[in-house]
């Protein structure tokens, strides 16, 4: 953990881990701090957890197993109604804590708590009608031939075990809850591992559950740094199933610490999501949206704009639109209610961020917004990196080619559609894209040829509790979430009964 | 002149009765075969035999089962000469078109129900582990598979292939007027290695053996394609004994013209649409709703196309258009365009029988197009089933989905404009089972096909089309006791 200065938030909470439906400290004893972004103020201390107690979480969970899976769907499906419940009685708490340890626009928050509660109670209900598949009777060994087979033949389907959610700090509640629900509502126990820098929303998200009087042990919460405790999941004998979301560096060394043990894996990794504007867009409408999608929760997402492909011919006047509508962009602290855009997530990722800002200009991208810190007090002593664009990108560039994770977008020129194509298919990324076009048989080929998990025409992002994620290429394995999330936490037994 | 035999319990047999009707062929006036007048003794004795084959036909593993049905549509391929020939003799289709519906119709038909079986599932519900509720899907029993004139063998694959693959036994009864190939295929079904029994081809009057099939209490599913007039008789007659129903019935289907749309495009559609079969198909367009400003142009092009649509003797390898299938249908089909002249439609196409022999002995209606029809005289309400084109016009997009919606049958429609998204929101507004965009009139075994309101009665072909021919029990086993 990098050493901060300790300067104490008048607000400053302390909190336990959650094992085995007991509040507990770290074997060690020992605690860490997380930070608002907005001030570098101490929000909470938590417990640094360590190999000890991600054992004995593991453990509870393995506990808990047997009677969490051999209830009803009904009652679990009812139970894990009731987390959604919860989660939207305690919206005004949570979001707040969004607002001070994540720097998330208390709009935003809120949005995302409901959109929380949503994923879950979709989970709930889509478990509930999860079938597994009777196949057609199969003919038994040694059976004459031709003869009518006795068997009864059938997919059933079962939860996989203990689940590890390794959970990111970009929308850290939403992620809790996308992977909570249909987890917990097919029978599954977990541990979640919530990103360090947000332990505290992960722990209040133990202390929401802890009111529900849920089995003790089905959900247990640590905290701790991903290289220590994330890495003894992923390598860890008792844990059946990694869903982790986060960048694509980190899952890929969940997939090669997780092999060993020969896992069950939902990544959801990162993306460098291409943007394809044609001529005939309308150029204002997609402006505007772009630019407010791209530069929303400081465009730390995953399913951002990053790369904009903009035709020739009205490049210069969607930019000039583009950069007009983030001009008016109020950047500020998040807990202000004019406030649009607030902090980073933290000082390393304002740090690497202005790194690659840096490597665009020295590259010979063209700066034509922002590319610096607000300079006014009190936006000196926060996170803040200002809404800024690139034009004139070349594919070689980093900028073009890594995750930046902040508010810097990017656009290139192109005057033919298979140009367009081609450049927004070279990226070892391939999360989502949109395209806006009134053409909409020419958007289609478009969706026909892009290697993403995703994509969206005339709207970017635009997601519901309904819709499945999940990238292709790097940008991860399986689709997690939406109507399809359940069945990713479920594993199918073939099983074939010979009768008389 | 050759008499055919009816196949009942894997023997070729004459009517209990011994009385014959004759088949016509349509292009000529000429009696060309007799076939037997099936009556009621004889559904008695189909019904038995489909009900003995039942338990050894349901009886056998799936694989078994679609390799035979599979067998079935690669003879057929064989054969196809031979039943294209029949088709077009005694029904008048063109020999090109005769033989596509024989290759891609009927053997298509068999082949891909075939393939869907065996990976046709069922449920597994979610209850708690110690109970397990499941879905055993199986066979409904006995089908009596009533198929129509218009296309006869891709119905019988259709319905056959479907039935068949997932271990019903059937009552075939094809069309009066044109079972020629339909009783040539027992020959083929002879061939294949069903059990005896398992398909029983019977010919007679729709109104006595259709009838005493819809009344008969061990037929447990009726799937009719046909008439909405004959469909709701069998739809009451069927009802006393509860019986499992797929009806494929009328249609009066829209074509709408948007202001952007292709017209070369759409009047080249609207010619092959219109005119393929002579019309007699129930997809075909019923009403063309033009907007105003490409009326002209749309029917100019509809006319030239028409023209060029070669009409003459079905043997003729450069024909596009036969007869009618029979003299009462030509004369039901006159019946129409003198009700739209009456009524007030201008004819700007056709409208007459060819004078020139040989075409003056057979059943021929020339294409024929209406102008300037209104929303509610009759050839704009109900089903001509020829070739008759009937052209309104619209002003506002609207207007047309209303209009377009104004009638009791719902079976297809089509939207033709470059603006996909206008077209979805036009599709979602239709009232019509099956909507194209940009097109008309394909069908293939891979198709959902069934109508909304009085076009219907559940989907055929597809998956879906295959799950008509199952029922599902549920099985809900306790295991704690």
């Not at chain 1, 959604?84 to 708590?113: N, Q, W």
């Not at chain 1, 559609?417 to 450049?423: F, R, T």
């Not at chain 2, 249609?251 to 010619?271: M, R």
Request: aromatic content about 6%; proline content about 6%; some cysteine.
């Amino acid at each position: 953990l990098v050493k901060h200065e300790i300067k104490e938030g008048q607000n400053m909470q302390n909190y336990k881990m959650w094992i085995g439906g007991q509040w507990v400290e770290s074997d060690s004893g020992k605690t860490f701090h997380t930070y608002n972004p907005a001030t570098g103020e101490v929000v909470s201390e938590v417990p640094l957890a360590g190999k000890s107690d991600v054992d004995k979480a593991v453990a509870a969970a393995r506990k808990a197993f047997p009677y969490w899976s051999r209830k009803s769907q009904a009652e679990r499906s009812a139970i894990v109604a009731r987390i959604a419940a919860a989660i939207r009685e305690h919206s005004d708490e949570l979001s707040r804590l969004e607002v001070l340890e994540h720097g998330a626009i208390l709009e935003h928050a809120l949005g995302m708590i409901e959109f929380s509660a949503g994923n879950i109670e979709l989970a709930a209900s889509g478990a509930r009608t999860l079938m597994g598949k009777v196949l057609p009777a199969v003919p038994s060994m040694g059976d004459v031939p031709d003869s009518t087979p006795n068997t009864v033949v059938y997919l059933k389907r079962e939860p996989v075990g203990v689940c590890a959610l390794i959970t990111p700090w970009n929308v850290p509640s939403l992620l809790i809850a996308t992977k909570i629900g249909p987890c917990l509502a097919t029978g599954n126990t977990c541990v979640i591992k919530p990103p360090s820098i947000n332990s505290g929303i992960g722990l209040k998200w133990a202390e929401i559950l802890a009111k529900l009087d849920l089995p003790p042990g089905i959900v247990n919460i640590i905290t701790g740094p991903g290289g220590s405790i994330g890495h003894a999941l992923a390598t860890h004998s008792g844990v059946d199933l990694i869903s982790f979301t986060g960048s694509s560096e980190t899952g890929k060394s969940i997939i090669a610490a997780s092999s060993q043990t020969v896992k069950t894996l939902m990544m959801e990794l990162g993306g460098k999501n291409p943007v394809i504007v044609l001529e005939d867009a309308d150029i204002e409408t997609s402006a505007e949206e772009l630019c407010m999608i791209a530069f929303q929760n400081v465009g730390q997402n995953c399913a951002q704009p990053s790369r904009f492909y903009v035709h020739e011919e009205i490049h210069n006047k969607f930019v000039e639109k583009f950069i007009a509508t983030a001009k008016k962009i109020k950047v500020g602290d998040p807990s202000d209610k004019n406030t649009v855009m607030g902090p980073v997530v933290s000082k390393e990722q304002r740090d690497r961020i202005e790194g690659y800002i840096k490597s665009a200009i020295d590259e010979g991208a063209k700066l034509v917004l922002g590319g610096k810190r607000p300079t006014t007090p009190p936006l000196n002593k926060g996170y803040y990196v200002m809404p800024t664009v690139f034009t004139d990108l070349t594919p070689n560039m980093t900028i073009a080619r890594e995750e930046v994770f902040g508010p810097v977008v990017g656009f290139f020129r192109f005057n033919s559609d298979d140009k367009a194509l081609e450049e927004a298919n070279n990226s070892v990324y391939g999360l989502c894209a949109s395209i806006w076009t009134k053409d909409y048989a020419r958007g289609l080929r478009f969706v026909n040829e892009l290697q993403v998990g995703s994509v969206w025409i005339n709207q970017h992002m635009n997601l519901v509790p309904e819709t499945p994620w999940g990238g292709f290429k790097e940008s991860g394995l399986m689709k997690e979430g939406g109507v399809i999330g359940p069945e990713g936490y479920t594993q199918l037994k073939y099983v074939c009964i010979k009768h008389k | 002149m050759d008499t055919y035999k009816m196949w009942i319990g894997g023997k070729y047999v004459e009517a209990e009765t011994g009385k014959t009707f004759g088949v016509i062929n349509p292009a000529t006036g000429e009696e060309i075969a007799r076939v037997p007048l099936g009556g009621q003794a004889d559904v008695e004795k189909a019904v038995a035999a489909a009900t003995r084959a039942f338990p050894e036909w349901s009886g056998k593993s799936q694989p078994e089962r679609s390799a035979i049905v599979n067998r079935i549509g690669a003879l057929i391929r064989e054969h196809t000469e031979e039943l294209a020939m029949l088709d077009c003799l005694d029904h008048g289709t063109p020999i090109t078109m005769a033989r596509h519906m024989i290759t891609a119709g009927a053997a298509g038909n068999f082949e891909f129900n075939a393939q869907a079986a065996r990976s046709l599932m069922a449920d597994v519900i979610p209850i708690r582990p110690d109970a397990l509720h499941f879905f055993h899907r199986e066979p409904v029993g006995v089908c009596a598979l009533i198929i129509p004139w218009n296309v006869p063998l891709p119905l019988i694959g259709s319905k056959l292939g479907s039935a068949l693959s997932v271990g019903n036994t059937c009552v075939v009864k094809p069309p009066s007027i044109d079972s020629l190939a339909a009783l040539k295929l027992a020959e083929i079904l002879d061939k294949a290695g069903l059990p005896e029994g398992a398909v029983n081809i019977i010919t007679g009057p729709g109104d006595i053996v259709g009838h005493a099939l819809a009344v008969h209490p061990g037929v447990d599913l009726i799937s009719f394609t046909g008439s909405s007039e004959t469909g709701k008789q069998i739809m009451a007659r069927a009802s006393q004994t509860v019986k499992r129903l797929t009806l494929e019935l009328g249609g009066k289907n829209p074509f709408i013209v948007l202001e952007d749309a292709d017209i070369d495009a759409a009047a080249q559609k609207a010619v092959t649409s219109s005119l393929l079969n002579s019309g007699q198909i129930c997809a075909s367009p019923g009403r063309y709703y033009i907007i105003e400003r490409h009326h002209d142009e749309f029917v100019s092009k509809f006319i030239e196309g028409a023209k060029n649509f070669k009409v003459g003797n079905p043997l003729d390898e450069k024909t596009n258009m036969g007869p009618l299938v029979s003299a009462e249908h030509r004369d039901k089909v006159e019946y129409y365009i003198r009700s739209g002249i009456e009524e007030g439609a201008k004819l700007v196409l056709g409208g007459k029988r060819p004078t020139e022999p040989p075409f003056d002995k057979g059943y021929y209606v020339m294409p024929t197009i209406f102008t300037n029809v209104t929303q509610n005289i009759k050839i704009a309400r109900e089903e001509i089933f020829g070739p008759v084109a009937c052209v309104l016009k619209y002003k506002s997009e609207d207007e047309v989905i209303e209009l377009a919606n104004d009638n009791t049958f719902g079976l297809c429609a089509s939207v033709w404009t470059r603006d996909i998204l206008k077209a979805i929101s036009f599709a979602k507004k239709l009232r019509a089972g099956t909507i194209y965009i940009n097109d008309h009139l394909t069908i293939g075994p891979e198709m959902p096909w069934g109508g909304f309101r009085e076009s219907g009665i559940g989907k055929e072909n597809s998956v879906v089309g295959l799950e008509e021919y199952t029922q599902l029990k549920l099985i809900a086993m306790e295991l704690t006791k």
